[in-house]
């Protein structure tokens, strides 16, 4: 790994102040950072009012057990994430590396379990073989699925000449597109609570303002080890005491409002 070059010359750093002055600092910038987290969970709820696309085309992808439709993409759940990653010929790094951005992506997604306890699945898709895939998820540490396109889904939802990221809702047997973003949208994606924000289902806790008969469960409660979800399972007693406690001091910090995770 290089070292990186300090920088020449002195740098104009901001001003050295008291403790107390410090903390006047920080309580002026946090009314703005509070208010960012407001506009944030509103353009959530906004999102969660997007208008739905059908997806009537039959897509298939080659997955390392075979041949694999879109809905079988969704692994029996609700909800489908679809990265679309540069690993291909052609690509710089290839074959030994996938894109230099799109390999940032996949170091920041976070344990899948916590998504697919919110009925969501995510899944990164490239152009490459699987054997290539396989062998890249080896060696960089990856475990999220990984699929290989081999029609026309790249070029149909806008990821055909860039890397972007496609939000798809089961309802009975129809697949339905519900968001895309792209460009710098990309670049916070890897935590769980920001992909559930670009679902039409949300992060699913009461707290959220989404619309009638969306599923939802109280703040916290549903929250585990990764290695501790089973499915239709109550919450832990000793953790609803605990979040219960969590939930009332969120109330507090917001003045009321409804609590923002």
């Known amino acids: 790994m290089t070292t990186p070059t300090p920088p020449t010359g002195r740098m104009h750093t901001p001003p050295v102040v008291t403790a107390d002055e410090w903390e006047a600092a920080r309580q002026q910038l946090l009314l703005k950072e509070k208010a960012q987290t407001r506009a944030r969970d509103a353009l959530a709820a906004e999102r969660r009012r997007m208008p739905w696309?059908?997806?009537?085309?039959?897509?298939?992808?080659?997955?390392?057990?075979?041949?694999?439709?879109?809905?079988?993409?969704?692994?029996?759940?609700?909800?489908?994430?679809?990265?679309?990653?540069?690993?291909?010929?052609?690509?710089?790094?290839?074959?030994?590396?996938?894109?230099?951005?799109?390999?940032?992506?996949?170091?920041?997604?976070?344990?899948?379990?916590?998504?697919?306890?919110?009925?969501?699945t995510l899944v990164f898709v490239s152009r490459a073989p699987q054997a290539d895939i396989a062998r890249l998820k080896t060696s960089m540490g990856w475990t999220m699925p990984w699929f290989t396109l081999t029609d026309s889904f790249d070029a149909d939802f806008g990821v055909d000449e860039w890397h972007g990221t496609n939000v798809f809702c089961r309802d009975g047997d129809r697949i339905f597109r519900t968001y895309f973003l792209n460009n710098r949208g990309d670049e916070q994606m890897g935590g769980t609570w920001n992909y559930l924000d670009i679902t039409p289902l949300g992060r699913q806790e009461a707290w959220e303002d989404s619309p009638e008969g969306y599923p939802q469960t109280p703040t916290y409660k549903w929250w585990n080890w990764h290695d501790s979800y089973v499915a239709d399972a109550p919450p832990d007693?000793?953790?609803?005491?605990?979040?219960?406690?969590?939930?009332?001091?969120f109330r507090e910090h917001c003045d009321g409002a409804k609590p923002s995770a």
Request: hydrophobic share 35%; net charge negative; proline share 5%.
């Open 53 to 120: 696309t059908p997806v009537d085309k039959d897509y298939t992808l080659d997955g390392p057990n075979g041949k694999r439709t879109l809905r079988d993409l969704f692994d029996n759940r609700r909800q489908l994430i679809v990265y679309r990653a540069f690993f291909e010929p052609g690509v710089y790094g290839w074959p030994e590396h996938a894109c230099r951005g799109c390999s940032m992506v996949a170091d920041q997604v976070a344990h899948l379990a916590h998504l697919n306890a919110r009925d969501t």
């Open 237 to 249: 007693q000793k953790w609803v005491e605990v979040s219960d406690a969590g939930e009332k001091a």
